[in-house]
């Protein structure tokens, strides 16, 4: 399975970026995928995930009410970032976990079997 993240850029405090998740191979089912982000000279962190239903799903305390992942598909996962901080600069890794428990989340970095490649994200203050 591969994986195509797309959406970062650069913007300014307070905007809004979209970012998507896409696998490259069609699935005949859901599997939970989420994303990481890792900043200069820090650890790879968790960010959010969701279950393969879409129903069950978890987020770092720091995003929490400014970034909503949405499972769109099958094989597409969206995570639209709002009033983006200085500190969410990092690159954004999308993975996929190779689960078919229904409201199983993967929380880190060891859960993921697949990962994209990273899109950057830069907010400037």
């Known amino acids: 399975v591969q994986l195509q993240a797309s959406g970062g850029g650069l913007v300014q405090a307070g905007g809004s970026l979209k970012l998507s998740c896409t696998t490259s191979?069609?699935?005949?089912?859901?599997?939970?995928m989420g994303w990481f982000r890792q900043a200069p000279g820090k650890e790879r962190e968790f960010v959010a995930a969701?279950?393969?239903?879409?129903?069950?799903i978890k987020y770092i305390d720091s995003v929490k009410g400014r970034f909503t992942i949405d499972r769109y598909s099958k094989n597409t996962v969206y995570l639209q970032m709002n009033n983006l901080k200085p500190e969410d600069t990092a690159v954004y890794y999308c993975?996929?976990?190779?689960?078919?428990?229904?409201?199983?989340?993967?929380?880190?970095?060891?859960?993921?079997?697949?990962w994209g490649p990273g899109t950057q994200v830069t907010v400037s203050s």
């Open positions: 993975g996929l976990a190779q689960r078919e428990n229904n409201g199983y989340i993967p929380t880190k970095s060891a859960d993921f079997d697949f």
């Open positions: 191979t069609r699935t005949l089912v859901e599997y939970p």
């Open positions: 969701v279950s393969r239903t879409g129903r069950n």
